[in-house]
Structures are given as structure tokens and as C-alpha cells.
């Protein structure tokens, strides 16, 4: 005989508190996948304001029963509801509620039926329930609570596992149901959140709280093959619809308040409609462009509250944003030559649409250069060739490509940091080249190697395998390692005009040399910026900007 | 009657002015760890800041709410049956669109102008002061109307950030592709055209962003008002006035501090310079 749990109020609240605990672990990852109804990127954040609204006014219960703990519950997600999908999550909670009534402690026959009446409560809120979503969810979750009981299961565990199992199928099912989510590559947000917050009850019963800390929920994963995620996906949803409008939320309390009869008003006003409450507090919510009649109509029933009115329109291209998507809308694209991870996010992260692998004794070939200019998404392309023997190859690449294409000659890496730092994006073609060739004047390019042979160049000995210094792309010390070359060019310039040391340390240089080398800079050269970048270039072991 | 000004908290408008002229203000929200302060009234600069660097979930922001317009202007219609209310630009918050319908929900009461200022920080600070003047000295609506469209065409701004990454994830700089600025130290440079905040540059270092915005107040034909408004560098501020004040010659330099709400979107270390001068070219 299994040991059959009860859970009282203490508990009740507990498992809440540790569902939207968990729930918040997930928010960023839900936010990612909302598409519908509005691809804005705040399912996950409006669920978890929702359940944490609950979970404070869970304290205000008038007894120690769970029914008045959900009823207190209930009422705090009522008020404290965010969006589409918070409105949703509160008539869920009402549900809960109403079944669970005055009972003192449930298992679960009345988990069960409280998971039911949830489901059932969150459609009645709607005007046209759509399949695919969290009212999917909530109804696959219920009926499998609801069949486990009447096989004779009594236990909260085993129920709430079933009823946990059938909502990970039922998110994994959404994209077969949503065509939205389906084109997107997505399982629905709010589906997910659902499967989160109860599969952390689930976790909390099962004595989990301290693996909970430690890990996060999944994400399902959707039961048919669906497109990579791809950035036009979301893009090419709204091409040609009309604008989103504005999300307009409020509360209106009153007396005798008739949400079918405010639903009835605003039916015709816009879109994703939801009047949810009772009589003396309804909480709308709808997506419409004339938020002000809505207001105006909402003023006339009673005294309205936490009015939100959000442009759509702005939080969809937030969302874009979020996505990290690149817009094609690049006016002019710069396009680097450079080899080395870390120096490729360098002009990556400094907006640099593309890159062609290569450097010194890896030249990029004609053709490589010129299949990126024609690829990048611009119609002007300024090219940084980073290199010496790199800058003819671009002039070719320039005279085949059918786009206006500029070369700034940038001969090592800190020349093309430098002058893609001058880049306007405001300023036309001629105005950037002049002002990025004119940056490379800005900046002092130290390059340490290793000889490769034994050889005497500019009145210097040079022993096979010693490290060599290059200062501006010429030959001007060598030493036994890496740090004494640096020292003695450093040591021979002029610096009183300059304010910023950057070392990109390549791949041939250890961490312990690397970190030898910045303590000494630091201590020699306290007023300046100091900066240590894993450039991960082959061939030098060391290239510095001084700027 | 006088004409009654509002603004909101954004304005970045000195303390002492705002009591001087008069100037009503409706706070925006910070929303922070699930919970929602009034800017600058439930939540200080010093503990935001220290917050947003200490948290790893940013703050976010909202708009006043219609009510809280509606709020203010029922009150102040007791006092005066015109008011006009100047709002950051409609393109960087719904700020503008919530006093709108406001205005719209107590038309019996009173009559509200709600100007759509394009602008933000010192640079709304500067129309709202110039406009707060004029009411004080007896100018009619239709003068304060004017002389906030004029005032408009005249102010420019410029900012200056410690690092990308609370404008990125506040997603209101206009820019596009990859740009994240999080492998080196850069200093983003921004300034405000056409009602959005664009990216005017990317310096190595916080002394040449601070040259440049010098060299652009210089620069600024008829130079007359400006505001500095800073959020976290008192030491920097000191500095700043001296230099900035051998510019303004017949005009006033004013110092203010950032508003929370734009802290959040620009992150500890952010730096305002509006100034008023010749119209902007456009």
C-alpha cells in the first residue's frame, strides 16, 4: 500500500511558491518562444508575474485551509494578471478555486477535478478559443488526472505525474495543432509555461527542492520535424499584416458587473479579447488600435485600475531584437578579413555583418572575398583587409562584384578595430571611407612571431625560433620571449598621447605567459586602459593596439 | 489663469526649477524582480544602480497608466482650465499615448494640450523649463504652445554610456545586425534624431566620448541653455561644469540627475548633454 499524501495549506502554497520559482528559472526561455497571438516576446515574463502575484496574496487567506488559500490565490493572480497568457493562468486559478471550495487539505480526487474545472475555466473567459496553446494544455493535463483517478488512483503524486507526463505530449503536440508555431519552429509559450509550473509542483511534492535550485526546466521538444529556427520565420508571419496595435490591459471595479455583457461590447474592437472576474472586479484584456474608447467605454462601468496600454508594435520589434536577428535592412555592410575566434567576435560584436577566414600565410582568395560581398545583405560593401597581401585581392574582389564596393587599408588588426569603430551608421558611403581610412592613422600595431629561421634584417640578429616584434608592420626588436619584445617596443615609443593598451593573445601563448604579461603592463603603465582579448589567431602570438 | 504645466519623470529637470515653475510631474514605472516602483519617488538612483549591477535579471520599464494622468489633471483643474502636458517621444514610450487618452477622459473638466516632445532628458527638460516660464509670466496657451514648438526645433542631445549592454537589452537604440560591443571596452556615443535614439558612435574610452560632446556643444550655433544630466559620476559633474560653463556665455548651465527610468535603459555611468541653440538643420 502507497503512502497517500495530503496536502495541506502550508503546503499548498509551498508547492506554488516552488512551481513559479521554477517557472522564473524558464522565463527567458519561454519569452523566446512566444509567436502567437503576438510574436512580443513576454509569455514566460507575464506567466511569472501572474503566479508570483498569487503566490504574495496566498498569505492574505482568511483561514488554514487550502480552499481559502487557493481563493486568495486566485484572487492575487486575478489582479495581478499580465497578458494574454496571465489572464489565461488567473482563470485557471479561478477554476482552481472554485473546485477545491472549502476543502482543509486534497489529494488527488481533488487535485483531479480542481485541474478540470481550471480547464473548463480558462476557455469560458475567451471568445474564440484556439487549439495549440495553453487551453490544449490545461485540458490534456486534466483528462489525464481526471482517468488516473477514475482507474482508482488516490495518491497527489502519481495523479499530478500523469496529469505532468500528458502536458509534456500535449506542448510537444502544439506546433501539430498551430500552424503559427508550426512555421516558426516552436512549441507554444504559453503551453510550456503550464507544463513548468506543474511540473514544479510535481518536483516540490517528490521532495526535489534542492535539485530544483540546481537545474532548469526543459523546453519540450516539439513531436514533428519542424523548420530550424531560422530568422525571416517571424518576419515573413507579419509581412504584409496589418500593425498589431496597441495591448491594452485594465481592471474595473464596480458593482453588478457583467463581464458577458462588457464582452459583448468590446467584441468588435479588436482581437485576442479576454473579460475575465466577477461582479464587483473584471479584468480585460485586448489588443485593439483605439485604446482610448476602450478607456472611455471601461470609465463609464465603474472605477478603472493597473491600466496598461503597451504598442504592440514596438514590443515586436523588441522581440526581433531579442532574437538577435539581422535585419535586412543594412544600408552599408563592412566585411572583415580575419582569422582567430576570438578576433572574429571582436568585429563581430562591433557590427561587422561578415567575415572572411584568413590572415597572414592564409590569404583569402579572390573568390572567397567576392562570395561574401555578394552574399552580406547590403547593397554597399566596405571591405577591411587586415593584412598587406590582403589588400590586393580585395581590389579584385571589387572590380568583379556587382555591388559599390569600398576597401579601407587596414594592414593588421588593430587598424581594422579601429577603423571600424569610425564607422557612422548615420553618414553615406564616401563620408565612412573617408573618416574609417582616415581612423587608421589613430592606432599603433605591435606583431610578435616566432622566426622561422636564423637570418640578420635591419641590423638585427636574429636566431632561429627567438619572438620578433613588429611595430607598424616593420621589423624592429627581437628578443628570447614574447614579453621582452614587448617591453623593449614598448619601452622605445612614444606613449603620452595614447590612452588604451589592447593584447589579443593568439593560440601558441599559454595562459600563465599571457597573464606574466599583463601583470607587468599593469604594473608599468597604471594610467592606461589595459585590455586582454583571447584573439585565438594562429601565427602570432601576441598583436597589441595602442590607441 | 495661469497655464498649468505637466511633464513626466524623464524631463531630468533640476530639483529647484521644478518647484519654482511649478512643474508637475507623473512618474513612469521601473519594474524590478516582479515588483514596480514609481521612478524617482519608490526607487532612489543610488539603489537602482546598485541593483541593476548586482542583479542578473535587468529592470524593465512602463508607462504611467491613463489614471495616473487623469489623477493629476482633475486636481490641478481646480486651479487652472488649461493645461499642457509635454511628453518624451511617442517613438521611445507610450507615455505620450496614456496622457492622450487622459486628457481625452477628463475633457468636461478641464482642456489638456499633450505635446508629443520627440525628445527625452534634458532635452524635454529644456522645452518643459522654457515652456514653465512662460506660464509663470502670464503667456496664454496659444503663446506656450508656440514657444514649445520652437524650443523643439532648437534642442539637440547627446549621451554617452559606460557599455552596450543595458541599451541593447532595453531595445531602444536604433540599430541594427550584430552589434553587441561586449568583447572590448567600448563606450557607446548616441544621439536623439527624429524621435529615436540612434547610435552616433563608438569610442575607446569615456574621456574621448566626453571630448566629443564637448566639441559638439561648441560647435552648436547660438548656443543657449544646457543640461548636463548624469546618473552615477558627482566627481565627473564637478569637471564637467567648469568646462561646459566657459560655453553657455549668456545662457544658464544646468545640472540635473538621470531620471531611474532612463538609468535603467542606459545603465550606471550614462551621461546627458542637451543644449539649445540655432534650429537644428534638417
Known sequence: MKQVILVDADTFREMFSAATDWLERSVSDIDALNVFPVPDGDTGTNMLLTMRSAVESSYSATDSSVGSVATAMAFGALIGARGNSGVILSQIWRGIAEAIGKEKTIGGKELARALVQ????????????????ILTVAKDAALAAQSQVENGESDIISVLESAVEAAQRSVADTPKLLNVLKEAGVVDAGGQGFYVILDGVLRYLKGESELMKVRKPQIVAASIPLV????????????????FGYCTEFMIKGNNLSPEKIKSRLVKKGESLIVVGNPDTIRVHIHTLSPGSIISYATSMGVIQSVSIRNMDEQFRDFL???????PSLNIATVAVVSGKGLAN????????????????MNPSVKDILQVIEKVNADKVIILPNNENIIPSSQQAKKLASKEVGIIPTRTIPQGVAALLAFDYEADFDTNLENMTEAINSVRTIEITRAIRSTRIDGLNIKKNQAIGLLDGKLVA?????????????????????????????????????????DSLKGKYPDFQIEMVNGGQPHYSLIVSIE | MEVKIVTDSTADIPLELVGELDIRIVPLYVNFQGKTYRDNVDISREELYSRMISSPILPTTSQPSPADFTRLYLELSCESREIVSIHLGSKLSGTYAAALAAGEMVKDKCHVEVVDSSL??????LVVISAGRLARAGGSLEMVLA?????????????????????????????????????????????????MVHLGGILRTRSQGLDKIFNLIKDTPALEDVIISHSTTPDEILKLKERFGSLVGNGRLYVSRLAPVLGVHGGPGTLVVAAQGGALLK
Do not use: C
Open chain 1, 118 to 133: 481550471a480547464s473548463v475555466a480558462a476557455r469560458q473567459g475567451i471568445n474564440n478559443p484556439v487549439e495549440g496553446t
Open chain 1, 228 to 243: 530550424p529556427r531560422v530568422m525571416t520565420a517571424p518576419t515573413s508571419l507579419v509581412i504584409d499584416e496589418k500593425p
Open chain 1, 321 to 327: 531584437k531579442m532574437q538577435q536577428g539581422r535585419i
Open chain 1, 346 to 361: 571582436v568585429f563581430t560584436s562591433l557590427g561587422t555583418a561578415e567575415i572572411v577566414p584568413g590572415g597572414q600565410t
Open chain 1, 478 to 518: 627581437s628578443a628570447d620571449d614574447v614579453g621582452g619584445v614587448l617591453e623593449e617596443l614598448l619601452n622605445g615609443m612614444d606613449l603620452s598621447k595614447y590612452e588604451v593598451i589592447t593584447l589579443y593573445w593568439g593560440t601558441d601563448l599559454s595562459d600563465n605567459e599571457v597573464l606574466k604579461i599583463r
Open chain 2, 120 to 125: 527625452v532628458s534634458g532635452a524635454l527638460g
Open chain 2, 147 to 195: 514657444n514649445i514648438k520652437d524650443v523643439i526645433s532648437r534642442v539637440r542631445a547627446y549621451g554617452l554610456l559606460e557599455s552596450f549592454k543595458y541599451v541593447l537589452h532595453g531595445g531602444r537604440l536604433n540599430v541594427v545586425g550584430s552589434l553587441l560591443g561586449n568583447v572590448l571596452n567600448v563606450k557607446p556615443f548616441l544621439k536623439m534624431r527624429d524621435g
